[in-house]
């Protein structure tokens, strides 16, 4: 497959193979969240965001899996790699009773593991003074973690944004905003205060901003005519950009209001990287655009492994405070996370992200402003992680499985939105081969609906 020349080229969506590995599956599968019937074949061609599924169908992914594939599918770099390490047994370490080499010295290894990658992760957030890690599997785990060393540090109360998503643990269900079906009937970790989260200057003004004491709903609360003490407050927890809420991004005067309200309070804010981190905005971290200093900043998903980074004063000292199984650090995921960061840096991608960034929401813009996008009201975002916002619910969904028939993947996110997420290193031939795709799906479900 010559990443230069390919094009999506689809049969039929699904075709014969991929309906009996789905039908298979869920045989087996609890009921979970599946948006296609869409199955890989891992033994076909496939490169950057080009795959090719059960049928021999070839799709342009711009899911990167929820941008848990940050550089798409065979990157050479992250396989060349790989196919210098020699497959062991196992492959997780279980605790931090164990540490792993992969030969060299623990400053120039042979091949990154677990330590490598939380060393490139301390690098990672230097500006904000971070020089701990935790690792674990899963974004899920990273965010339970922070809430843990946050309530070690004093306060057992905390505050979300509506809208939020921060994961299915019970911990950080307690923290989710964002649709009633991730939390009914769970029970709930107790003490959560959930406050608007403005992302246009609309929602600043008349849903954030106050004319109480403090100026705004948070400060208001914890002001001395307040109903909460500051002292009590644990942390205050936000997605720089929403993901599963909508791919909202915090508006920078209610970013700046936090720093102050971090300040004033003495207030840990903890920065839920998992979708927006590592590179998919332009920045490293998505904070990174915002004038607000997190104390812990979790990761996951391109990471491929979970981490909680933080500073010494806000992890607790006690050694069995912190633990888990695999803390130590999956092997393979460890130190594919390493190698990404690697090649972020190498291959200078948060410029492609901005540049190409910037080429698809044109496109879209554009398209818009020349009514090429019936029932589209809105582009948002930042760097590769943007979205179309739709009318309706139903018109997305109809855009979402046009776009699939086509072979272009997409994400609904929100209430009525697409989101589209091609790989860091996404050339602008893809973009254009993506926004045809999509603007074909808009327009033929246009002629259906309408």
């Known amino acids: 497959m010559d990443r230069d020349t390919v094009e999506p080229e689809v049969a039929t969506m699904p075709g014969e193979r991929a309906s009996r590995w789905a039908e298979y599956h869920h045989r087996f599968a609890a009921p979970s969240t599946y948006v296609y019937e869409f199955v890989w074949d891992t033994s076909a061609d496939a490169v950057g965001p080009f795959c090719t599924d059960v049928d021999g169908n070839v799709l342009l992914d711009f899911t990167s899996h929820v941008a848990a594939a940050p550089l798409g599918y065979n990157n050479p770099d992250i396989r ?17 009773d164990f540490y792993v080499s992969h030969g060299g010295s623990p400053d ?52 979300t ?64 005519r307040g109903v909460i003490d500051p002292d009590e407050v644990a942390f205050l927890i936000l ?95 460890s130190m594919q996370g390493a190698l990404t960061i690697d090649v972020i840096h190498e291959q200078d991608l948060l410029a492609n992200v901005r540049e190409r960034g910037r080429q698809l929401r044109d496109r879209l813009e554009d398209a818009m402003a020349d009514d090429e996008t019936p029932g589209a009201i809105d582009v948002r975002g930042r760097g590769l992680m943007l979205a179309v916002e739709f009318e309706t619910k139903e018109r997305r969904e109809a855009v979402l499985e046009a776009a699939f028939e086509r072979g272009l993947l997409t994400l609904g996110c929100g209430y009525k939105t697409l989101r589209l997420l091609p790989p860091l290193d996404v050339t602008d031939r893809e973009i254009d081969l993506g926004v045809e795709l999509l603007l074909e799906a808009i327009d033929e479900v246009a ?4």
């Not at 060349?80 to 931090?96: C, H, N, S, T, Y």
């Not at 508006?251 to 920065?271: C, K, M």
């Not at 002629?447 to 309408?450: A, I, K, P, Q, S």
Request: charged share 25%.
């Open 239 to 333: 997605e720089p950009i929403q993901g599963e809420g909508g791919y909202r991004p915090a508006h920078p005067d209610f970013a700046r209001d936090l720093e102050d309200l971090r300040e004033r309070y003495d207030l840990n804010i903890v920065a839920d990287e998992i979708q927006s981190g590592v590179g998919r905005t332009g920045e490293l971290w998505a904070v990174d655009d915002l004038d607000l200093t997190p104390d812990v900043i979790t990761a996951g998903k391109g990471l491929r492994v979970g981490a909680t980074i933080s500073r010494s004063d806000v992890f607790p000292a006690e050694t069995g405070r912190l633990s888990s199984t695999w803390g130590a650090g999956d092997v393979i995921a």
């Open 80 to 96: 060349e790699k790989l196919e210098a390490f020699d497959l062991v047994d196992p492959l997780k370490i279980a605790g931090q």
């Open 447 to 450: 002629t259906t609906l309408e």
């Open 161 to 224: 944004f509506e809208g939020a998503f921060h994961g299915r643990t019970l911990g950080a269900l307690s923290l989710n905003r964002s649709k009633a079906v991730h939390r009914s009937g769970f029970p709930e970790v107790p003490g959560v205060v959930s406050v608007p989260f403005p992302s246009t200057q609309d929602a600043y003004e008349s849903r954030w901003l106050t004319d109480g004491p403090g100026g705004n709903v948070v400060a208001d609360k914890l002001h001395l």
């Open 108 to 159: 120039d290894p042979e091949l990154p593991g677990p330590t490598q990658l939380m060393d490139r992760l301390v690098a990672m957030t230097d500006r904000y003074d971070m020089d701990r890690v935790f690792l674990s599997n899963s974004g899920a785990e990273a965010i339970e973690n922070a809430i843990k060393i946050c309530y070690a540090s004093g306060g057992h109360r905390a505050f």
